[in-house]
């Protein structure tokens, strides 16, 4: 719970949550090294009244005794595992989210393969305004984005999968949403990354063409997939680094989409960008954005997973954006000289739908 007031805890709830705060890395450690060893899944498996030995649990992680010792008995203590008193042990209802919940998978992967390390630069990330821990894959690199296809197989799996596991499900939900408006034939999905959206396109409305925007990298793995599926003559690639000074978009589309793409940007980065695509549309296009903002959303947990994750785009993706809160976004896009035609909230899992003209 979001607390109000000083008093909504009690001494010794506010203690034990310090506590598991002061330890919480070892438990995370725990639970990925029990996932990459088959423990997390094994226990995933069992129904809460099977049980198994600590000599099993050996012979299922190829771990020895002391290994499984302190990973099992961390376990316990964390409310993960419950020890019989037969001394074997079995599963609890949070191991069973933890191995097999789709969103808790995403979350942890991406926490564990692609930020855990490079978040130890955090505190020099802030003060700098760069993502110092992007040094942990490369030093060559000032953002994450161009060098998103060559990141290290585990952590480039767990960055698409955590950035398609949030946007994918929205696509479905919002294209009839955006299609109500009218019939839009050309869309230009700024930020298209590998076309994602862009197929969904294809096989919503059979007439609509639509122009991927993105880095040269992100439109090349986008043409393999357009290739794939044989809509070269729907879908075509527009590479651009947009923050480039000599940077221009393209002078058609009646639609301007962008999807998780100004969370890449910092404020000032998303007023140029924005100002661009004012000034390219014509009077009667529209813009849809579609976000996910910090104070929009329904639970406590899924506030506290989107803040937790702005601090992906501090420490390894750019060092200067974040989940926006809505207030300041809509200011912005006034401020630019947009009128917020439609507003809607908690579209598909945890997402914003931002309506824009001219
Ligand atoms: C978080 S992804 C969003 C992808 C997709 N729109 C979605 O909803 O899943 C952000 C996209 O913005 C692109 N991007 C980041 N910086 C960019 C830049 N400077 N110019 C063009 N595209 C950029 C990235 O390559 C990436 O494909």
Known sequence: MTQKNYNDISAVDALKTAQYLAVSPFIFQAVAAMKKKGLLSHFGKMSKNES?????????????????????????????????????????????YLANDRMTNVNFDFSSEL????????????????????????????????????????????????????????????????????????????????????????????????????????????????????????????????????AKLPNQGDLWWMSQFLDCFSMDQIEEILTMVYNAMSEDSMVAISEVFGDKQSNDIASLVIEANSLYFSSMANGVSRFYHSDEFVNLVEKIGFKVHRMMDHVGLAHTLLLLTK
């Not at 649990?57 to 316990?76: P, Q």
């Not at 408006?181 to 197929?199: P, V, W, Y």
């Not at 993105?214 to 599926?229: S, V």
Request: hydrophobic share 35%; proline share 4%.
């Open 115 to 246: 930020c855990y390390e490079g978040l130890g630069y955090l505190t020099e990330s802030l003060q700098t305004g760069t993502p110092k821990g992007l040094k942990v894959f490369t030093s060559s690199c000032s953002t994450i984005y161009p060098y998103l296809s060559s990141l290290p197989e585990n952590a480039r799996k767990a960055w698409f999968s955590f950035d398609h596991y949030y946007s994918d499900n929205v696509f479905s939900v919002m294209l009839p949403l955006v299609f109500k408006e009218k019939h839009f034939s050309h869309i230009n999905d700024i930020g298209g990354n590998t076309g994602k959206f862009a197929l969904a396109v294809a096989e919503y409305s059979k007439d609509t063409k639509v122009t991927i925007i993105d880095l040269p990298q992100q439109c090349e793995l986008a043409k393999d997939n357009i290739r794939k599926h044989g809509l070269e003559d729907r879908i075509d690639t527009y590479p651009v680094n947009i923050l480039e000074e000599s």
């Open 52 to 96: 198994v030995t600590k000599l099993e649990l050996c012979e299922i992680s190829g771990l020895n005794d002391y290994a499984v010792s302190v990973l099992i008995d961390l376990a316990v203590a964390a409310d993960l595992v419950i020890r019989n008193d037969d001394n074997s042990f079995s599963p609890t209802k949070i191991i069973h």
